[in-house]
């Protein structure tokens, strides 16, 4: 880091010979001219050159107070200084670190008639033409932000202005002067160990804070507490990049180093913006590369994505290593879906960690959506990541005491959500299996691509399975002469090179699994590792599911039967809460599906060991996975697929359960 100050006796010898060592820069001669020596807001006229170049040419006013009104608005908040002005403090705070183009100095106004007198600055010096050019844009770019002076003075560091440096001065630098908002930046105030009870006592959250995010309750658990926090946080963010869209700027270097939280009025500043981009710089742009998108929604995009990584690292103190974040760039340059995230971080956070994954806790509350607000802001595609505004009435970012009305994207998400961590737990009893029944129907009922076409675009990649509505048999109640523990069962799909027609697809069925030759149930459980292999080619083609109406069945209170979903479907469906959202009157008596028309199957077994009798290894495994996926040719139909679940039927009538699995994993 670039975090240069001065020693604990500054003088102006020592910060002219610091200036006398910058590296040598043509000079703006228009920036420098003297002041006099009684301290006075000089006006200032910005004025943008049309060339390539990065200069900008400033005029003094020669109006000696019959100037017009609107110039004296938008220059009044530029300020001319002299190094005499202030007095330079012996340290620096972490974080007003610079770069390497940079020296940051910390000081205090000592001109009376200053209206900022007795107040903290940051000076900032810039040594290189770049750097000169962040200063410039910075005080150019409150031309428009001006307008709406209180959302300036909240959401953005105040730029009071620049060092007029004389003639015997250096004339290859310039110094910016502005706010000092705090010493600590997000990412420094994260990386303290004890970050939520300082940063909750710094702001002073009380309830009436709370009640901004829609929470009227305080204190509760880490969990609770982190939750509303990041509310916060987020929300102002929000609001602040918003406030730069809405004037027609990109902020385009959004991260948490650069944001900073004042303790004053408790609002995130974000920067001086010294590298805000115009939408329509240039004027709309009519070239190949924004046929599709212009360049305003790209830069929004933008803007976006880095809010998203922003959030990520608040919520998942594990992305704070580089090594991690490492990781999640390059899952995503790989080609995967954000909407598999959970499935990333699950197999990629160490579960012993400090935080105790109180980060996959929180985004997993509200039916999972924080991990659909967080993957709308990354999206692969930016025409798909979402707007401030949508951000903001995000079910993630609206406390409890606010009523959002869901989209139907976030209520199909919400059930998905619930089903995995439902399979998650592993105990499948009946009241268990009959929500999750319930729900994979409910699912169906929404399928938001009932065209093969679209099943086409989703279906090849990695999915792993999560759970059968079939029949389960483990290794409670039975004695097998060969035990074998089941590893994860993945199913991967592929498009058929030689196809024509493009509907052929390669079903691959990979079942791990570890054979224990011991004769008693040891406690470590090793053995030899193998793995289960299936092939087959389907053909993808259009059909319906139908729905029979059967007599209802008298079945006895305990009765051990399979549970009907469809049964129990049908009195979901008939509350309030549900005609609201089922787009249906009443059953229907078929719905659209991807039917699936199998080939021929090739299996093949492989194992690390040499083991006795293999044939009992594969019996045992058949014994306990699904059986649709030991014979494909069993799976007859798709009736969900979405970026991040799939849902197979059978012959039996039964239903797989998919997620999305990185091909990295």
């Known amino acids: 880091m670039a975090l240069c100050g001065v020693c604990s006796t500054p003088n102006?010898?020592?910060?002219?010979?610091?200036?006398?060592?910058?590296?040598?820069?043509?000079?703006?001669?228009?920036?420098?001219?003297?002041?006099?020596?009684?301290?006075?807001?000089?006006?200032?006229?910005?004025?943008?050159?049309?060339?390539?170049?990065?200069?900008?040419?400033?005029?003094?006013?020669?109006?000696?107070?019959?100037?017009?009104?609107?110039?004296?608005?938008?220059?009044?908040?530029?300020?001319?200084?002299?190094?005499?002005?202030?007095?330079?403090?012996?340290?620096?705070?972490?974080?007003?670190?610079?770069?390497?183009?940079?020296?940051?100095?910390?000081?205090?106004?000592?001109?009376?008639?200053?209206?900022?007198?007795?107040?903290?600055?940051?000076?900032?010096?810039l040594n290189t033409t770049h750097a000169q050019r962040r200063g410039r844009r910075a005080i150019e770019v409150l031309k428009k932000l001006v307008r709406r002076r209180l959302l300036y003075h909240s959401y953005s560091m105040q730029v009071h202005g620049y060092i007029s440096n004389s003639l015997s001065d250096d004339p290859y630098s310039f110094t910016l002067v502005h706010g000092c908002h705090g010493s600590f930046s997000i990412r420094h105030w994260l990386q303290q160990s004890d970050w939520l009870p300082t940063l909750e006592a710094t702001l002073a959250l009380?309830?009436?804070?709370?009640?901004?995010?829609?929470?009227?309750?305080?204190?509760?658990?880490a969990v609770s507490r982190q939750l509303r926090l990041i509310r916060i946080l987020m929300r102002d963010l929000l609001i602040g990049v918003n406030y730069l869209h809405s004037h027609g700027l990109a902020h385009t270097e959004l991260r948490l180093e650069n944001v900073h939280i004042s303790p004053v009025d408790r609002h995130i500043k974000v920067g001086i913006l010294g590298n805000a981009a115009d939408f329509y710089g240039d004027g709309p742009s009519s070239s190949n590369a924004y046929s599709t998108m212009d360049r305003r929604q790209m830069m929004i995009a933008f803007d976006m994505r880095c809010v998203g990584f922003m959030m990520a690292k608040m919520v998942l103190q594990e992305l704070m290593d580089p090594l991690i974040f490492a990781k999640l760039k390059s899952f995503l340059a790989k080609g995967n879906d954000p909407s598999s995230l959970r499935e990333?971080?699950?197999?990629?956070?160490?579960?012993?960690?400090?935080?105790?994954?109180?980060?996959?806790?929180i985004l997993d509350r509200n039916w999972g959506a924080g991990w659909h607000l967080l993957s709308s802001l990354i999206a692969t595609r930016p025409s798909k990541r979402i707007s401030c505004l949508d951000a903001l009435k995000h079910p993630f970012l609206c406390g409890p005491r606010w009523r959002v009305a869901p989209s139907m994207d976030i209520i199909r998400w919400g059930l998905g959500s619930t089903a995995v961590r439902i399979s998650e737990e592993y105990i499948y009893r009946m009241p268990q299996r009959q929500r999750l029944s319930h729900f994979i129907e409910l699912m169906e009922m929404l399928n938001p691509c009932p065209k093969p076409n679209c099943w086409l675009e989703l279906l090849p990649g990695r999915?792993?399975?999560?759970?059968?509505?079939?029949?389960?048999?483990?290794?409670?109640l039975r004695q097998p002469s060969t035990r074998a523990l089941i590893g994860s069962v993945h199913l991967t799909i592929t498009r058929a090179s030689e196809d024509s027609n493009k509907t052929s697809l390669s079903f691959t069925s990979d079942i791990g699994f570890t054979a224990i030759t011991s004769k008693d149930w040891p406690h470590d459980k090793t053995g030899a590792r193998g793995k289960l292999q299936t092939l087959s080619q389907f053909r993808l083609v259009a059909g319906k599911r139908l729905y029979l109406k059967e007599e209802k069945k008298n079945i006895g209170k305990f009765s051990m039967g399979e549970p009907n979903a469809e049964e129990g479907l049908v009195e979901k469906l008939g509350t309030?809460?549900?005609?609201?959202?089922?787009p249906f009157k009443e059953f229907p008596s078929s719905l659209p599906v991807a039917k699936l028309v199998s080939g021929e199957i090739e299996v093949t077994m492989s194992m690390a060991d040499r083991i006795e009798s293999p044939g009992n290894v594969i019996g045992e495994v058949r014994k306990q996975i699904p059986q649709e996926m030991f014979d494909l040719s069993k799976l007859v139909c798709g009736t969900y697929i979405d970026s991040r679940l799939l849902v197979l039927r059978c012959v039996n009538g039964s239903a797989l359960l998919f997620t999305r699995s990185s091909f990295g994993q």
Not at 86 to 106: P, Q, W, Y
Not at 463 to 476: A, D, E, F, P
Request: one cysteine or more.
């Open 463 to 476: 999915w792993r399975l999560l759970y059968s509505t079939g029949k389960h048999i483990g290794l409670t």
């Open 206 to 221: 009380d309830e009436e804070s709370f009640r901004r995010v829609g929470d009227d309750t305080t204190g509760g658990p």
């Open 12 to 125: 102006l010898q020592l910060l002219q010979s610091a200036r006398s060592s910058s590296i040598g820069l043509k000079r703006n001669r228009s920036l420098c001219h003297p002041t006099s020596s009684s301290f006075r807001a000089k006006p200032v006229r910005l004025r943008c050159s049309s060339s390539s170049s990065s200069n900008v040419e400033m005029e003094e006013d020669v109006g000696n107070g019959s100037s017009s009104v609107s110039v004296e608005d938008e220059s009044a908040h530029v300020m001319q200084f002299k190094w005499n002005d202030f007095k330079i403090l012996d340290r620096v705070s972490i974080g007003h670190g610079g770069r390497a183009d940079e020296l940051v100095f910390e000081a205090v106004v000592q001109v009376p008639d200053s209206p900022l007198f007795n107040q903290g600055v940051v000076l900032r010096k």
């Open 344 to 361: 990333f971080f699950v197999t990629t956070l160490n579960t012993n960690s400090e935080s105790g994954n109180t980060g996959v806790q």
């Open 576 to 582: 309030k809460r549900w005609k609201k959202v089922v």
